[in-house]
């Protein structure tokens, strides 16, 4: 299992962009990048998947360089509603194996 | 919408007590979880199944066991509660097919045992 490494916590003011790196140094070739979004109190939320360079969705960006050992997670101008704990997969996909979520980034949008 | 739901948000147990979690998921996927999550731990794999009566030990185990009878229902047993074992305690669910990797969470059971 790939073993992946985040901040363990950031603060942001209201409409800046957040990005979120996470390290991943022994990905292997079929994992995907994988970043969930978790409020208090509720279940973790899918946000977004890659392989490699970008992919953009309606919520988030996500960054992966060629050598694919980080990804970066880009919030576009935050608001308060973004405050959550953000986690960072590395999954396989060749099959069900273990993922583990560790314990994320904790991101405080400040007013 | 894909809908995984949890028996209950809110449960107390005394020591010693056997407890039921139950969850249902209404997108007829193959794969089903249960994590815990504590503060300062993130989320830790109990079990997982991939498929009807299959199940996997995840990375805690010890203290649970699992049910998995049919495909769209994975229930969490706690032979005999003990106070480490109050937790939050969340069901996921996700295709088997694919290279989606998405897991659908359920609200989540917030269990107390006294």
């Known amino acids: 299992l790939a073993k992946t490494t985040q901040p363990i916590s950031m603060d942001s003011y209201e409409g800046q962009e957040v990005n979120i790196t996470c390290s991943h140094n022994?990905?292997?070739?079929?994992?995907?990048i994988t970043w969930y979004q978790q409020f208090p109190s509720q279940g973790p939320r899918f946000i977004i998947q890659?392989?490699?360079t970008k992919v953009t969705n309606e919520v988030a960006s996500l960054f992966i360089p060629a050598d694919r050992k980080s990804s970066t997670l880009s919030l576009p101008r935050v608001s308060l509603s973004d405050t959550a704990v953000y986690y960072c997969?590395?999954?396989?996909?060749?099959?069900?194996?273990?993922?583990?979520f560790g314990t994320g980034t904790k991101l405080q949008v400040i007013p | 919408d894909v809908k995984v739901t949890q028996s209950s948000r809110y449960l107390v147990k005394r020591t010693g007590e056997k407890v039921f979690l139950e969850c249902v998921q209404d997108m007829d996927h193959e794969n089903m979880f249960w994590y815990r999550q504590d503060p300062g731990l993130g989320l830790r794999l109990i079990y997982f199944?991939?498929?009807?009566?299959?199940?996997e030990k995840g990375d805690i185990p010890e203290g649970y066991s699992v049910s998995r009878e049919k495909k769209e229902r994975f229930s969490l047993i706690l032979e005999s509660a003990s106070t480490n074992q109050t937790s939050m305690y969340l069901c996921a669910s996700r295709t088997g097919r694919g290279l989606y990797n998405e897991q659908f969470f359920g609200p989540g059971t917030r269990l107390t045992v006294l």
């Open positions: 997969l590395v999954v396989y996909s060749g099959g069900y194996q273990k993922v583990t």
């Open positions: 022994n990905i292997a070739t079929n994992d995907y």
């Open positions: 199944s991939y498929d009807v009566k299959m199940k």
């Open positions: 890659g392989y490699k």
